[in-house]
């Protein structure tokens, strides 16, 4: 797997909007740049402790046994085909969260931590997610591990800061073209689905 494609499905999985983008949206909305800024910055320290548990799990059980490397890459190529199936076959609403016009840039950021700390998909989506990218033979498993986590979390970041910084087109994309939305959804979830099958196949 190249770096290319790595971005690419990481992308996919960050552009499509979730908790955390409508959370980024709504700060923009009611309170300015600057706060959707804060609540990106939020959003995105929330993934390290899900990244940090995955990349530990990942590593123990390739350490004990090498041929559990592989298990672990068809379990998250099955996972990413279960994402896929989501995004193709949802018919979920996103709605705006609401927030207080009097909120500290710290409780900002808090609650942008928690709405990704909260949320244990995200560890499993790392530990079936990043073993697709790293070698199990690799003398730096981990250090290659996290500098693909990282460079997710500096996506996460830009584009999480692009919806803010972009609020008003962000909202009238989400809230006024809801089937549009919907399917984009779809689309990247074919995509997704096809990717999925390629990762399954490469790691049989």
Known sequence: MNTWTFVFSS?????????????????GLTKGRKASILAAIGCTAGIIPHLCASIALSS??????????????LAGALYLLWLGAGMLFSKSKLEFTEVHANESA?????QGIL???????????FFSFLPQYVSAASKNYV?????????FMLMTF???????????????????????LLRIRQLFGIIFIVF???LGISSL
């Open 143 to 151: 250090g290659e591990a996290f500098l693909y986590g990282f460079s």
């Open 158 to 180: 830009i584009v999480f800061a692009g919806y803010g910084m972009l609020a008003g087109l962000a909202s009238s994309l989400i809230t006024k073209s809801p089937k549009r």
């Open 196 to 198: 999925a099958i390629q």
């Open 106 to 110: 710290i409780a900002i950021i808090r």
């Open 115 to 125: 709405i990704n700390l909260l949320n244990p998909k995200l560890t499993l989506f």
């Open 60 to 73: 123990l059980l390739t350490r004990m046994n090498e041929q559990i490397f592989g298990v672990i890459k």
């Open 11 to 27: 992308l996919i999985i960050i552009v499509i909007p979730g908790t955390g983008v409508v959370y980024t949206v709504s700060n």
